[in-house]
């Protein structure tokens, strides 16, 4: 049972580029998400799906994009990478309803140059 | 809006030391609490939850007490192990709207033989 995939686990880009963190899950959750986790700062929200069809800013939305492509697929996009992207980037993916635990994929480490 | 603050860190310890990890919240409401850990290289997974006001949430040895009087949910451990050492999270989850978390900052563990 994979749980959350998350590809690619490691990527440099350049300032300026643009690329996409692919998000899988294999649990029939309905809700998904994305962190960030800077030194620190402990994990912020960029943005979040509750349902398949739905999308919302948290905390941190500005310089990125996300599509929900069916219930399993969560993708996140920088359009412009900047320096302060430089993160650990988090899916998880969890049930509705109150107190549900989140699983959380194994990260990708995103450096700008 | 909702926020978490624990403890900074890191915390040292010698193996079989007694382990608190404070942790106090502020919500609208009584949120869910949790504790996540991270291991070296790994995703957030669960450790323990409390759902509502004097539960106590248990697992591996951990334990965490929801104290609604202080908003307060301290992480505890009689005994560390080295195998405890990794970063730990504390945080909510609103139990209104949609319950997305909100962490702390983290605290890391260091324990030694």
């Known amino acids: 049972n994979a749980g959350v995939t998350q590809t690619p686990k490691f990527q440099v880009l350049k300032t300026g580029q643009s690329m996409t963190l692919q998000c899988a899950q294999d649990?029939?959750?309905?809700?998904m998400y994305w962190y960030r986790q800077d030194p620190g700062m402990g994990l912020r929200l960029i943005y979040y799906s509750a349902s398949e069809g739905t999308t919302d800013k948290g905390e941190v939305p500005n310089g990125y994009n996300v599509s929900r492509l069916n219930k399993r697929e969560f993708s996140l996009r920088l359009e412009s990478a900047a320096p302060s992207q430089t993160s650990v980037y988090f899916c998880a993916s969890s049930e509705k309803g109150t107190g549900t635990e989140a699983f959380f994929g194994q990260g990708t480490r995103l450096t700008v140059v | 809006g909702d926020s978490v603050t624990q403890m900074e860190g890191p915390v040292t310890l010698s193996e079989e030391a007694f382990l608190t990890i404070n942790c106090t919240y502020t919500a609208t409401g009584y949120p869910s609490l949790f504790w996540y850990v991270q291991y070296p290289g790994e995703g957030l997974q669960l450790l323990l939850k409390a759902t509502k006001a004097d539960d106590k949430g248990s697992n591996k040895g951990f334990e965490a007490t929801y104290r609604k009087e202080t908003t307060s949910f301290h992480l505890e451990k009689g005994s560390v192990q080295v195998s405890d050492s990794a970063v730990y999270f504390c945080?909510?989850?609103?139990?209104?709207?949609?319950?997305?978390?909100?962490f702390g900052t983290g605290t890391r563990l260091l324990v030694s033989p």
């Open positions: 649990m029939n959750h309905n809700s």
């Open positions: 945080a909510l989850s609103p139990n209104t709207g949609f319950q997305k978390l909100v």
